[in-house]
Structures are given as structure tokens and as C-alpha cells.
């Protein structure tokens, strides 16, 4: 029944403009934990999940969050556990996938579906959950990559951060990977075609040859000319020191599953101060001329970047109110393609009191545009 109420359901919905706001609290965790890396996914019904990563306050569960009025208000909805003891759920995606998307055995009313790193003090794992009840409870689906205990010096192997994506009735996983000799960190993704159980070989997506550099990451959307573009930190050593700095980058390809031989480009603001850097992420809408614009953040800056000329070119910053925070998330809402969903918790090495907090920032003013 779902999948056609799903096209009515959201069509509805479309003319609801979303009034901006600044910092509604998702989550507010006890003194001394850290919450960060916080994304969001839109439910069939037009409500909005929300999960986060804690390294301090998660153990085997991690925590989904609720908002039936486009992210002003939230509460408690369900969670995601591992029956492994010791492991962690931590960098989260999540990721709805219609019917229509047509994989076999979870085709009935779509589904939920959650990529993390479970964690140990053994092994890296990503992981795929799914949920057949929009996010109460998940269980536990398939095993994608594996890899050494987390550890981010060159030589050791752990694997990190998935971000998910359907694409032509395949799910794509893109992730980070220490585990090839070559190359101290790249970005690789595998592909699942039938029922998310079997994953194909690992396809490098951003692999230099330098085996310091340490590209990382990833997140990607479609643009409205069948593009789609991939944002990561391009994470390699800037002096004598062995010091990394992490300036965003991006690649185009019209084929999401072959970004390996894409030109890498510098996002170049035109604001000569800014320094983006860190914990990209980007969004796309139609919305702002002919190219839409599409949408990248840092983690080190309080401004984003815009760019309405499908990524050639220089970046228009544009202010927040929303503050930094480590690898925040960029959303267009579905009822609403003139905001931007600005999701974040803590910044990178925070100490002090952090919360996952969301902002709707008017992309019209930001951008002093009128369409
Ligand atoms: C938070 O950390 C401070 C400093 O380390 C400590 O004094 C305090 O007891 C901690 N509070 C809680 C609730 O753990
Ligand atoms: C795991 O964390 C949740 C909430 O953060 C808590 O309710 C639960 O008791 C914890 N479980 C263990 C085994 O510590
Ligand atoms: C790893 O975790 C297990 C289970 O939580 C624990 O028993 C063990 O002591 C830990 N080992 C190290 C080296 O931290
Ligand atoms: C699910 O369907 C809706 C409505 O047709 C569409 O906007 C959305 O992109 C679809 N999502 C996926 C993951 O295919
Ligand atoms: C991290 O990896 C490096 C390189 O393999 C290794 O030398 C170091 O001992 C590892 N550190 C930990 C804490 O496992
Ligand atoms: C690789 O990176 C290191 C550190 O920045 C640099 O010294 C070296 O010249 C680079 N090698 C190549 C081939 O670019
Ligand atoms: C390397 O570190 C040393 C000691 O902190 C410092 O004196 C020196 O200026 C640094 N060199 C560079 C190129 O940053
Ligand atoms: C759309 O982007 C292309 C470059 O990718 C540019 O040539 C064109 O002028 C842009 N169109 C508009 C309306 O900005
Ligand atoms: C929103 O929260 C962030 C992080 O706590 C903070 O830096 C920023 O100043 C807040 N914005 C406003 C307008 O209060």
C-alpha cells in the first residue's frame, strides 16, 4: 500500500514553506559527552529521523530521534544495536529506500536503512541495518567492509565513515579505507544489486598516488543534469613537520559508481580568508536558476559554499547561524527546496557541552536571490 500512498503523500506536502529557525535541539547528552556527525533522513509521512555518533555515551545502541514538524521539535523513536559485546555504533548514515527501489526481500513498504562503523577495540566494521518499522528497530543486515581496530596513522587498516546511496536499483556504499598497502587512506565504495546481503569488490573512488594523502569522507547527491558529485577532505602534508591540513574537494561524474578516473577540484571560496577544511558535506536543489545550487560545508567554519554552475568555478560563501561543528550535515527538505537542513553536534576536539542541533537557513536571503 505504501508505495503508492508515497508520490500523494509527499506531492501534498510540497506547497508547506518551512519558516527558518536557529538551533532547535535534537539531542542534549549528559555533561562531558560528546555528540557529533548527526544525520538526518525524511520518513514517507514527511517526518524526519535523526542519529548522531557519541564515542563516550553510546555502548551497543544508538539513539534515533523524531520530528514531525520539520525538525523543530524532537523525541525518542528507536535504536540500532549490535549483539557484538564491546562494539560501538558510531558515523551513522541513513538512508530511506523506497519500493520502487525494488530489492528483493525488503520491497513490500520500503525501508529503512542505517550504515555505521561498529567499533571495537579489534576491528573497524561497516555495517548495514535495516528497519522495517521506520526506524523503532533495526536489524542487523550485512557486513560490507572489515578492517583493523580504528587507528588513523598510515599502515594500519581500519575502515570508516559509510555514506549510502541508491543508484539504478543497486545501493551503493561508499566508505574510507586504510587497508590498501598503497595508499595510507582512500575513498572506495562496494555495491550491493539484489537485497543488500552481497556486496561486489572494492571500486577506489579518490586514490592518489601519494601514499601520505589520506582523501576522506565521502558524501555525494545528484545534480539537476544527471551529475553527481563527490565532496571529501583531501586530507595530505602540508610542510616538514608531517603537519595535515584537509581542504575540501570534490569530483563530478555522471556515473556514480565510476568516480575513480574524475578530475579531484579544489572548492576555491570567493571569500580569499576562508579555509575550508574538514568533515565536507554537500546538498543539492533545484532551486536558485538553470543549475540549482548545490551546497558544501566544513567542519571548521561557520559559513557554507554555494555554487550554481555545477561545480565549475569559484564558491559563494554565504553566513550561518549555526555555528561549526564536526562534519555537520547539508539537507534540502523535501517539502521545501528554497532551505537548507544544517544538522551538526560538537566541533572536531570539542571538551566543553555539546547537542545535536538543526537550522533552517533561507537560501533565498542567504544568497540575496529571488529564485
Ligand atoms: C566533567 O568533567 C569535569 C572535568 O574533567 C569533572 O570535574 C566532572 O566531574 C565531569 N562531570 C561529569 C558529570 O562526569
Ligand atoms: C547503553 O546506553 C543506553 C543509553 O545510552 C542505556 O540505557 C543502557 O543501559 C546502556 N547499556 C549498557 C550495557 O551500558
Ligand atoms: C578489548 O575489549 C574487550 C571487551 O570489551 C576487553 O575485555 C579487552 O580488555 C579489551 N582489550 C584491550 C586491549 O583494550
Ligand atoms: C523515494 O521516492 C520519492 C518520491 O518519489 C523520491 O523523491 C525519492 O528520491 C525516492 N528515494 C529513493 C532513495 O529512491
Ligand atoms: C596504529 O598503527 C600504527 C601503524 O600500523 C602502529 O604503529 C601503531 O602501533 C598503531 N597504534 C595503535 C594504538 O594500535
Ligand atoms: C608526497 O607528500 C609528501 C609530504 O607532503 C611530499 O614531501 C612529497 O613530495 C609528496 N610526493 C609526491 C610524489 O608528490
Ligand atoms: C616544525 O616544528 C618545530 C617544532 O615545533 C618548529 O620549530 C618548526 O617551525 C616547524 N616547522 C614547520 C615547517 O612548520
Ligand atoms: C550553468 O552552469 C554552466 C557551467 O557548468 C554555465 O556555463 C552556465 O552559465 C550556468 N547557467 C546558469 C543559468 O548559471
Ligand atoms: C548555534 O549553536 C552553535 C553551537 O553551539 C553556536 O556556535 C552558535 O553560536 C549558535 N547560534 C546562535 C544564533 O545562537
Known sequence: ???????????????????????????????????????????????????????????????????????????????????????RLVQPHLLWVNASAGF????????????????????????????????????????????????????????????????????????????DREHGQKLAHQTSTEDFDSWGSVINDVAFTNYTDRPGMTTVVKMGNGQFILTFEYAHIIDSNDTYKYPIYYKLSYDPENFGTADSHKLIPDNPDALPNGGPTVAWTPWGGANGTIIVSDSDSNPVWTNQMLGKGIWKEIQTSAGRSYSKEMRIPYNDNTKLRITGGAEYDQVGPSKVQVTILDLGKALNQTA
Open 1 to 87: 500500500m505504501l508505495p503508492h500512498l508515497l508520490p500523494l503523500v509527499l506531492a501534498a506536502s510540497t506547497a508547506l514553506a518551512i519558516d527558518p529557525f536557529i538551533n532547535a535541539t535534537v539531542y542534549a547528552p549528559r555533561p562531558n559527552t560528546t555528540v557529533s556527525y548527526a544525520r538526518t533522513e525524511t520518513l514517507p509521512d514527511g517526518s524526519l529521523l535523526a542519529v548522531w555518533n557519541s564515542f563516550s555515551e553510546n555502548n551497543e545502541s544508538l539513539p534515533i530521534y523524531r520530528s514531525r514538524d520539520d525538525g523543530k521539535t524532537w523525541s525518542p523513536h528507536g535504536r540500532a544495536h549490535t549483539d557484538v559485546p564491546g562494539r
Open 104 to 179: 528483493r526481500g525488503w520491497d513490500d513498504d520500503g525501508a529503512l536503512l542505517l550504515a555505521v562503523n561498529a567499533a571495537d577495540n579489534r576491528s573497524t566494521n561497516i555495517e548495514i541495518y535495516g528497519s522495517r518499522d521506520w526506524g523503532r528497530s533495526f536489524e542487523f543486515v550485512s557486513r560490507v567492509a572489515s578492517g583493523g581496530r580504528g587507528n588513523t596513522t598510515n599502515g594500519a587498516t581500519p575502515v570508516w565513515e559509510p555514506f549510502l546511496m541508491v543508484h539504478e536499483r543497486k545501493l551503493i556504499c561508499y566508505y574510507s579505507d586504510q587497508r
